[in-house]
């Protein structure tokens, strides 16, 4: 709504229509109906447009009111009825028309409010109002429009009038920044720096020219910039809306210690403002500072008790720090806020995933899956579905029902080219997880035929017959996709996964180093040294994996991107498992613990060194973890058998060990390792012998 005319504007108006008052206090009243206006005299006809035009403003004012109280327009259509008579009196008035125009806008008659402006604009060019208005007009209906042609004419049409405005009041701030927002939407980044440029140099602590200008530098790759021109202006005017606007320039640049240091500061200054609290809560969880971005949660959670998201970031901080009852009555908080929320649902599944609650989380799935379908939004949001879709069979298979995850990725299949291509690829990964690598190769052949292209499918075919034993068809299917490019990276780390997989080790360094004198960007280099770490532990070459795993650690001191986080578990492990460095594997596992407490591979190695430093109960504790979360893994029951071995708890040590003898002949034929296997069947020979002659040691003195 455009603002009431005060009492003294409208006296000011009533001045400029010239009207002349002789001691009345009252607007004079209209000639009879039956008076043509040929024979109203000009002062009688002035009279009464003066008349039609304070009724008007009147009716306007009431019609604000109401519109206020009800959101109804019907009752603007008085004003406009005593406007337009006023008109029909003084039909060369820009004051009449300005108001005709304003109140048809108020009241949604955008054309005829067009038409009333340009009407003015036609008398008097200059008339600001009037540009403002058609400003205002042409600036609203851009987020109304979806047709690309008739917005960009609007954004064209809305850019002419403000650039009136500013010629007519150069210091008209707020129409200056809508014409930068206009600028950048043009693609004009110059026009736009400048304008704000100007707006700062005579309002420096201008919040909205700051913020706009150093979203514009950080859009241009002048993030540098943009955290200068904050910072000057933070040391200048220290206010916590401007700490706020320079956090985030901090966090577009990465800088994440300094955006939480201006967070804080913004905090500090105004600590009732959950908006700033919320980038220092966000900022902490990038930094994976889990402990600290907790505690502004909960404060978060006090300040805005209706906001489902705080609990629901609550939740996955809790569970992050392996606190899962917490975890589960934050989620449910959030649950009750949101009913039907499918991040709420998905992080409801995932929570009781991380506790290998796989009937739980298939529940939870399978229930939102049948809502979303019978909504509304299930139709418009197929990528969400398809997203469901995937976790429910990955579930399926965590739970060993691979008939149900099959089904399941046949359903998600139907959403989609995208959809389609990704179930095919998870029904080979199913195939593989059930052993079936003939029903796999065949399913990964069937999909080549639609798609013989498909870098995906082929390197998922070359795995499988490298899973086979046939790494030379894995490494022959490859070969073809090497083209003298960049994506030659991949092909070769492929290439080389497949090689090892089979045992061909010499070959398998050969195509690590290959991608390694390629690799251009950090993480292509990443990779290849953790391909060729793999490579040589397999071979025993230690010394050579630590090198490599150590060049993955010095490129992230932090430690906190996947693949050093995969790094500090694999080479914690291979120490462990050596039984060298022992307290330096701890802490390198350790890490990898804290950055995903939910996987079983890590809690592995965790439990694994425990049991290597003699700490016999803490070994227990994290390898059951492990087994809750992935009870098939050989490796693991062997581990938590030796553990009970130690323990003396001989019974739960042959259970364990009798578990992890069956799954060494059920493992794939690449992933079988002899030792190993042998050393089990040793161990669990061993422990019945044992066994046996204690048994009969207690009969004996029983008799």
Not at 9 to 14: D, F, M, N, P, T
Not at 66 to 90: H, M, R
Not at 616 to 640: C, F, K, M
Request: charged content about 25%.
């Amino acid at each position: 709504m455009a603002k009431n005319l005060s009492a003294a504007l409208l006296s000011a108006v009533l001045a400029t229509l010239g009207a002349q008052t002789s001691g009345a206090a009252q607007a004079p009243a209209p000639a009879p109906a039956n008076q043509t206006s040929a024979a109203v005299s000009p002062d009688a006809k002035h009279a009464q447009a003066m008349y039609y035009f304070t009724l008007g403003h009147l009716q306007e004012l009431q019609f604000e009111r109401e519109y206020q109280a009800s959101g109804k327009i019907d009752s603007s259509s008085d004003a406009i009825d005593s406007y337009k008579k006023a008109l029909e009196l003084e039909p060369n008035s820009p004051v009449i028309m300005e108001r005709l125009a304003e109140v048809n806008a108020e009241s949604q008659r955008i054309g005829d409010a067009v038409t009333e402006a340009q009407a003015v604009l036609k008398l008097d060019p200059n008339n600001l109002a009037a540009h403002r208005l058609l400003a205002r007009i042409y600036v609203r209906t851009l987020g109304e429009m979806n047709d690309s042609a008739t917005q960009s004419a609007n954004v064209q049409k809305a850019v002419a009038e403000l650039q009136a405005i500013l010629k007519l009041a150069p210091d008209d701030s707020e129409s200056a920044l809508w014409l930068a927002r206009l600028y950048r939407a043009e693609n004009k980044p110059e026009d736009a720096e400048k304008l704000l440029r100007n707006i700062l140099a005579k309002q420096p602590d201008d919040g909205e020219a700051l913020e706009q200008l150093s979203q514009l530098l950080i859009d241009e790759g002048r993030s540098q910039e943009a955290v200068s021109l904050l910072s000057d202006a933070a040391d200048q005017f220290s206010s916590p809306d401007l700490y706020d606007l320079l956090g985030d320039a901090y966090s577009q640049n990465k800088q994440y210690d300094k955006a939480e240091d201006a967070y804080k500061k913004a905090v500090a200054m105004d600590p009732d403002d959950p908006g700033h609290r919320h980038g220092l809560a966000d900022t902490l969880l990038t930094e994976n500072k889990y402990t600290e971005a907790l505690e502004q949660y909960k404060k978060l959670s006090q300040m805005e008790p209706g906001t489902a998201e705080n609990y629901l970031r609550m939740s996955q901080l809790y569970k992050q720090l392996g606190q899962f009852s917490d975890a589960e009555a934050s989620l449910m908080r959030a649950k009750q806020l949101a009913p039907g929320n499918l991040e709420v649902l998905d992080n409801e599944a995932l929570l009781y995933e991380a506790q290998g609650r796989y009937d739980d989380a298939i529940k939870v799935l399978s229930d939102a899956i049948a809502g979303l379908k019978g909504s509304s939004a299930g139709a418009a949001n197929p990528s969400a579905l398809a997203i469901l879709y995937r976790q429910l069979g990955d579930d399926y298979r965590h739970s060993k029902n691979y008939p149900a995850a099959l089904q399941t990725y046949a359903n998600m299949g139907k959403l989609g080219d995208t959809a389609q291509k990704e179930a095919e690829l998870l029904t080979i990964e199913t195939y593989q997880d059930s052993r079936d690598l003939d029903k796999a190769i065949a399913e990964a052949k069937k999909a080549l035929v639609a798609a013989p292209n498909d870098p995906d499918l082929t390197g998922s075919l070359a795995m499988l017959y490298a899973d086979k034993g046939d790494a030379a068809a894995g490494t022959k299917l490859l070969e073809p996709m090497l083209h003298g490019t960049n994506g030659d990276v991949q092909v070769y780390l492929q290439i080389a996964q497949v090689q090892a997989q089979g045992k061909k080790y010499a070959e398998a360094e050969q195509s690590a180093q290959k991608a390694q004198e390629l690799a251009q960007r950090p993480d292509q280099k990443q990779s290849a040294w953790f391909m060729l770490g793999d490579i040589y532990n397999r071979q025993k070459k230690y010394d050579e994996a630590g090198a490599e795993f150590q060049k993955i650690l010095d490129a992230d001191p932090s430690s906190t991107s996947p693949m050093a986080v995969q790094t500090l578990n694999y080479y914690g492990y291979m120490l462990a498992d050596r039984g060298v460095r022992l307290d330096e594997a701890q802490s390198m596992i350790q890490k990898a613990v804290d950055q995903d407490p939910n996987s079983y591979a890590y809690l592995d190695s965790l439990g694994w060194v425990y049991y290597k430093q003699g700490k016999y109960t803490q070994a227990e504790d994290y390898l059951r973890r492990a087994i809750a979360l992935e009870g098939d893994d050989p490796t693991v029951l062997s581990h938590l058998g030796e553990v009970y071995l130690k323990l003396g708890q001989d019974q739960q040590a042959e259970d364990a060990l009798q578990k992890s003898a069956a799954q060494w002949h059920n493992v794939l034929p690449a992933d079988y390792e002899p030792d190993k296997a042998n050393a089990v069947d040793a161990q669990l020979k061993a422990l019945r012998k044992h066994l046996g002659q204690k048994s009969s040691t207690e009969t004996g003195k029983q008799q």
